[in-house]
């Protein structure tokens, strides 16, 4: 049973264009919410979270956005740089279990 | 700040051999976590220390893995014996509770690879 999911295994953008990710859950009891970047051979490196009395969250170029009628958030980064190529992870957790739930990732590539 | 250590960084063994993996995490971090992560996956959760107690081990193949983290701090999680599947890279996290909630700062990883 996957609780997390993201369903783009790939996704392509233009420099300096918008990068959306997508990510939906099925636990309805996930209350925090994390998306890390991975590039090849490093961990998984943090960038941006969300608690789930919030709907939205900035931090420079990236902003989360928090659906919890959908059970669905989004990781949207503008300006896109190509810098930005890596794998990117959805987590979840909730309390009295803050082990992360990962989703499969999305890996994105930025075309300068 | 010095992150999350991590050794060895790649290790290579034949299977029904054993492998250990050590782990240095963040300075004052009280929660310490393994994550296994196999090719095309996201990472799955090995074990969660607390401290130098086990707080969810539920997911660990007992039967051939184990961890411990002895005076809280380091860590090393041991295979023995191996198997194919266990070809995967093992993640170390450990965490800070800030606004909002937990967040986890991951190691390099150790990527092994049983023949």
């Known amino acids: 049973d996957q609780q997390v999911k993201q369903n783009s295994p790939s996704l392509s953008v233009q420099e300096g264009r918008i990068s959306i990710l997508n990510c939906d859950y099925t636990?309805?009891?996930?209350?925090?919410f994390l998306w890390y970047k991975k590039y090849p051979a490093e961990g998984p490196t943090f960038l941006i979270s969300i608690s789930s009395i919030k709907d939205k969250n900035e931090d420079g170029r990236f902003t989360v956005f928090l659906n919890k009628s959908a059970k669905h958030l989004s990781l949207h980064i503008v300006p896109s740089q190509p810098g930005d190529s890596a794998v990117y992870f959805c987590?979840?957790?909730?309390?009295?279990?803050?082990?992360?739930?990962f989703g499969s990732g999305t890996r994105l590539q930025v075309q300068p | 700040e010095a992150g999350v250590a991590q050794s060895p960084r790649y290790k290579i063994i034949e299977k029904r051999q054993s492998v250990a993996f050590w782990c240095n995490p963040i300075?004052?971090?009280?929660?310490l976590y393994w994550y296994q992560q196999i090719l095309g996956q996201g990472p799955k959760l090995l074990i969660q220390f607390q401290n130098n107690g086990v707080v969810d081990d539920s997911q660990l193949p007992k039967d051939r893995f184990s961890a411990e983290r002895l005076k809280g701090v380091d860590s090393t999680l041991k295979i023995q014996p191996a198997k194919l599947e266990d070809s995967a890279v093992y993640l170390c996290?450990?965490?800070?509770f800030g606004q909002g909630g937990e967040t986890q700062y991951f190691g390099p990883g150790t990527r092994l690879l049983v023949l």
């Open positions: 987590a979840a957790s909730y309390t009295g279990r803050r082990a992360l739930t």
């Open positions: 636990n309805s009891m996930f209350d925090y």
């Open positions: 996290a450990s965490s800070s």
């Open positions: 300075s004052g971090h009280a929660t």
